[in-house]
């Protein structure tokens, strides 16, 4: 339980504060972790741009100033394409795609991650998390569909809907909450 409200606040913090972030991939060539010989270089050059809302132009470059980010990004994301970087207050902020889904995540300046959020295709969810699922939500099909990971922590935020509702649920390994209902 205590888990689901740490997540919860997480969530409301994410979701109200910096939604804008997440919405974005970089308009850059398709490049990833594994098209450089060096480890947690995703640029062709080897200089991934940092980027600021307030300030014009490139603030920084990550393997050179935030080398450990770089490294840490690479070793949990080794497919992203696309890494849009921005900092902001002390925090690295990155959206890009790997494996098909959009992942927006945060990182503090030392390479440590705060969290990820990935979008995911209902046929990505983890098969132990749709028998969860299946459980009291049988007249229930599938709207949308995130994976949210903080520290060793995974927590899946299911829209479920039918013809009347929309219900928000989140799940994890350990138990299931509903978080919201909302007439259509």
């Not at 939500?137 to 299911?158: C, G, H, L, P, T």
């Amino acid at each position: 339980m205590q888990i689901v409200l740490r997540f919860q606040g997480i969530l409301f913090l994410i979701f109200s504060v910096i939604p804008y972030w997440f919405g974005r991939i970089a308009d850059q060539s398709q490049t990833t972790a594994s098209d450089s010989a060096v480890h947690g270089v995703f640029s062709l050059d080897g200089r991934t741009p940092v980027y600021s809302k307030f300030r014009a132009g490139v603030v920084g470059i990550l393997e050179v100033d935030y080398p450990n980010v770089a490294l840490n990004f690479a070793d949990r994301f080794p497919s992203a394409i696309n890494p849009l970087w921005i900092l902001e207050m002390g925090t690295l902020f990155v959206s890009f795609v790997t494996n098909g889904n959009k992942v927006s995540a945060t990182f503090t300046p030392s390479g440590v991650m705060n969290y990820s959020i990935t979008r995911l295709d209902p046929t990505n969810i983890p098969s132990t998390i749709l028998e969860k699922l299946s459980v009291g939500y049988e007249s229930y099909s599938m709207f949308d569909a995130k994976e949210i990971a903080v520290s060793k922590n995974i927590v899946y935020q299911v829209i479920l809907e039918d013809h009347h509702e929309y219900i928000i649920v989140l799940v994890n390994d350990h138990e299931i909450q509903e978080s919201k209902r909302i007439k259509k």
